[in-house]
């Protein structure tokens, strides 16, 4: 490791957080509405309304070939009805995230960026899979998908504001086969899950939505949640599973106590496995269209 790693202090990385855009306040909104299970459509309608991009990406997305209506849809409040309320969110969101870390040529020669977006969607994906699997109400499982799409958003921070540094990290864990906590720690003096909890704040994200944020490469089992250890496992599937780009992380066995913790089983384990593909293909598809 060169000098300049020295150089790279927090200093630096929350001038990095401080550079970074909120979020919007319909997005902030969005979010909020959703979470309560006792928020109706026409709630998340005023505040999407507010907002002339999400709308027109929720007018785009409903009469795309996606849904294969027959008739034009021109009124928000139908859409919302007729493509959901969970995609709205996911929509959002996502729409948000991803326009948050603009594309930079710099970033892209060292790092594919869509690449550590399609590892942040296989995580949102695999997370609300197992959600359903261990029979999470229906509305809660939403949440499992935001978690999972946020988990590694300190990593996207620290791709996009460092990207030379960011590349020689993934080398160094490639050829030592260390961990990618310890090497970003060595390298920038914080790692991603720390640069994730600074971010989280700028953007006042609630705290069952930090704490994955914060911990999911090793949660305290004693005491985290059912939704952080879902995305410690989930992180580990699609790592195992080679999705998106894996920053040269090593495969790991799943151990039991996870499997416990989580109250999953191995079988139950490949079934959601398999069902990947097709829910990534779907997701990326959605926001996709929303981004034409
Ligand atoms: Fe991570
Ligand atoms: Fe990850």
Redesign the pocket.
């Known amino acids: 490791m060169k000098n300049i790693s020295l150089s790279l202090t927090a200093k630096k990385i929350i001038e990095a957080v401080d550079k970074m855009p909120s979020l919007s306040p319909t997005v902030s909104k969005t979010i909020q509405i959703v979470n309560d299970i006792t928020a109706t459509p026409k709630q998340l309608m005023d505040v999407i309304k507010l907002d002339p991009i999400l709308t027109g990406k929720v007018l785009k997305l409903i009469n795309s070939a996606f849904f294969g209506l027959p008739q034009k849809i021109t009124a928000l409040d139908r859409a919302i009805i007729l493509v959901g309320v969970n995609t709205i969110k996911n929509l959002a969101l996502s729409t948000a995230v991803a326009g948050s870390f603009c594309d930079n040529k710099k970033v892209a020669a060292r790092i594919n960026m869509e690449e550590l977006w399609l ?2 969607l296989g ?1 949102a994906v695999t997370s609300k899979l197992i959600a359903r699997e261990i029979k999470i109400p229906r509305p809660l499982q939403e949440e499992f998908f935001i978690a999972g799409l946020l ?2 958003i300190g ?1 996207l921070l620290l791709v996009q504001y460092f990207p030379d540094e960011y590349a020689e990290v993934v080398d160094e864990i490639k050829v030592s086969g260390a961990s990618i906590i310890e090497v970003e720690h060595k390298r920038f003096q914080a790692n991603h899950e720390e640069v994730g909890g600074l971010l989280s704040e700028k953007w006042r994200l609630y705290d069952s939505l930090i704490e994955p944020i914060v911990s ?1 490469h090793s949660p305290n089992f004693d005491s985290s949640s059912t939704l952080t250890n879902v995305v410690y496992l989930s ?1 580990i599937l ?2 195992n599973n080679e999705i998106g780009f894996i920053c040269g992380q090593i495969k790991r066995d799943i151990g039991e106590s996870i499997l416990k913790k989580v109250g999953i089983t191995r079988d139950q384990i490949e079934s959601v496995i398999k069902k990947i593909p097709g829910e990534l293909a779907e997701a990326a598809r959605i926001i996709k269209i929303g981004d034409d």
């Open positions: 590892h942040a995580v988990h590694d990593k999911h992180n699609c790592i």
